[in-house]
């Protein structure tokens, strides 16, 4: 759910940027200018601020009744020590003991040194072929 959520917003913002990218800037000025010269300013009228329309649950929000929550109590199963006790369930699990092996202490398992000589590399002629990158 996450990685499309994820992909839907990416796929969105590369949307809205391919858009952007391709306004005409000109138009859309000339455009603005006509606009201007037709539209009339906006008035506030009585019923765009009248409560009685636009709160249709004022009568139902205070009819509301307080709600209260019965007491807490401890009940047996709270205190029940077989209900908690898992150790009974399980066995006692012993570990053994680490023993140094003869490959750990060996010096020739852990000296790398003397293995880490590389060949040099040499340039060959594919490498440096025309016909064979192009």
């Known amino acids: ?3 499309t959520m994820k992909k839907l917003a990416t796929a969105t913002i590369i949307a809205i940027f391919v ?7 000109k138009a859309i000025d000339t455009k603005h200018i006509k606009c201007q010269l037709i539209e009339s300013s ?3 009228e009585d019923w ?5 329309l636009w709160n249709t649950f004022s009568t139902e929000m205070t009819e509301f009744a307080t709600e209260t929550e019965t007491d807490m109590e401890i009940e047996n199963w709270m205190t029940n020590t077989k209900v ?5 369930n399980f066995g006692i699990e012993s570990e053994t003991s680490l023993d140094l092996e003869a490959w750990m202490t060996n010096e ?6 003397k293995n880490t000589e590389e060949t040099a590399l040499v340039v060959e002629s594919w490498m440096i072929n025309d016909r064979f990158w192009n």
């Open 19 to 25: 858009l952007t990218g391709t306004i005409n800037a």
């Open 1 to 3: 759910m996450k990685a």
């Open 42 to 44: 906006l008035q506030l």
């Open 48 to 52: 765009m601020t009248d409560e009685t």
């Open 108 to 113: 020739t398992t852990w000296e790398t040194n």
């Open 84 to 88: 908690w006790n898992f150790s009974n």
